[in-house]
């Protein structure tokens, strides 16, 4: 069963019969077992089965350990965000040049939004998650992503016309403002448009280094950003804060 979750990725329980050939019954005792000992985790918004750990010989962008502690640390402070203000929230984490979205808590919003997909990669440039990620950079990290990125016309800076000067001014504003946000125009990775907007701030691994970004998001025609921040950008912060403190501790 963990060699079908490396191999094929995100499974619900009737893929997992279908790929194992074994009894649904004999799968969710397993599952059961396996989720306790944090090796298999379910989406808070898909429930799908995904898989904690890395297996010889089997690529799955899935299977990484510091995405799964992640995760196992943000999603009871998501889920709490999200009961206390209504909105949905994402966890971000960067994957290569892009960042990627590794847990939600959209399907427990009572807000009707767009549902999204878990593993979905969006825009570093354009996202929240993305912005609020790059906040965390000092100029020569923030260089080396840029450069890496700047050729790819759908997750690049050239599909907003940044130049690298025009982002590092963009970075200092959302910085004093504390908090990085949905790029204007930026529909997201989903079709159709999914209508929404959002804000981030970052997750922090120890003191300093970026691991990742925790959005909010609203609809895009209910407020503009400025006054959702100033309602809910404490709320956000202090569950970030705490995603921070249960994953490292020590820090």
Not at 34 to 63: C, F, H, T, W
Not at 114 to 122: A, S
Request: charged fraction near 20%; aromatic fraction near 6%; include cysteine.
């Amino acid at each position: 069963m963990l060699e079908a979750l490396g191999g094929h990725g995100a499974c619900s329980l009737h893929q997992l019969h279908q790929l194992t050939e074994l009894p649904k019954s004999t799968l969710r005792r397993l599952l059961a077992t396996l989720v306790k000992r944090r090796l298999v985790r379910q989406g808070l918004n898909d429930r799908l089965y995904r898989i904690n750990i890395a297996l010889p010989m089997i690529s799955s962008a899935e299977a990484s350990p510091v995405a799964a502690a992640m995760v196992e640390a943000a999603s009871p402070h998501m889920q709490a965000l999200t009961e206390e203000v209504g909105w949905p929230s994402d966890l971000h984490m960067k994957d290569g040049a892009t960042m990627r979205v590794v847990e939600s808590t959209r399907v427990l919003s009572p807000f009707h939004v767009h549902g999204g997909r878990v593993d979905l990669e969006v825009n570093i440039f354009g996202s929240a998650g993305g912005c609020a990620y790059l906040m965390g950079l000092d100029a020569k990290n923030l260089s080396q992503i840029y450069k890496k990125a700047r050729k790819d016309p759908v997750f690049g800076p050239s599909r907003f016309g940044l130049t690298l000067e025009k982002l590092e001014h963009e970075l200092v504003l959302m910085r004093e403002a504390g908090y990085g946000f949905r790029r204007p125009g930026y529909l997201g990775e989903s079709a159709p448009d999914d209508k929404l907007n959002a804000i981030a701030v970052p997750v922090h691994q120890g003191d300093n280094e970026v691991l990742g970004a925790l959005t909010l998001m609203w609809t895009r025609n209910h407020m503009e950003y400025e006054g959702f921040a100033e309602r809910f950008l404490d709320r956000l912060q202090i569950a970030a804060d705490a995603i921070s403190a249960d994953l490292y501790p020590s820090a």
